[in-house]
């Protein structure tokens, strides 16, 4: 993600709440990652969500904030805030308590925004991972890298 961001001269930034800021964690720990990773947001509660990223609070109501319009304006936010052209943001229930029915233990949305010539870009997508907590938080972590890396190679 990094080579994709440097290649094309952009800066990256993480909106993060069910995975905690580990995806910012993963980025930092590549040595170098300084000239592209510009900052995160973990925005674990509703209050910086909206407060910070500026998510709208009809959204979080409509919605819940496991939802891909929550994480479409989290990484949106993300972008203006922190002022990166390349944003990731997860939501999501990592467990083991907190899922229901229709939003089970495991369910993580993340979304992808990149700024343009032709404006800005976002991609959101629902997943399902399984496990424990810290294995939810895992795997949320490198599908969002890697969905980030798709995004960008075909823009």
Not at 74 to 79: D, I, P, T
Not at 129 to 151: D, M, N, P, Y
């Amino acid at each position: 993600l990094l080579q994709e961001c440097r290649k094309r001269g952009l800066t990256l930034a993480t909106a993060e709440s069910c995975t905690g800021g580990n995806i910012a964690h993963e980025i930092t720990l590549v040595p170098g990652s300084s000239d592209v990773f510009v900052g995160s947001v973990v925005s674990y509660s509703n209050s910086i969500k909206t407060g910070v990223l500026g998510v709208s609070a009809k959204t979080l109501n409509d919605n819940g904030a496991v939802s891909l319009p929550v994480v479409r304006e989290m990484s949106a936010g993300a972008l203006r805030v922190i002022g990166a052209k390349v944003a990731i943001a997860t939501s999501g229930i990592a467990g083991p308590g907190g899922g229901s029915e229709a939003k089970p233990v495991g369910t993580v949305c993340i979304s992808t925004s990149v700024i343009t010539t032709k404006g800005t870009l976002s991609r959101a997508e629902t997943f399902h991972f399984a496990g424990t907590r810290q294995r939810i938080i895992e795997s949320a972590t490198t599908r969002a890298l890697i969905k980030a890396v798709k995004h960008l190679r075909s823009v």
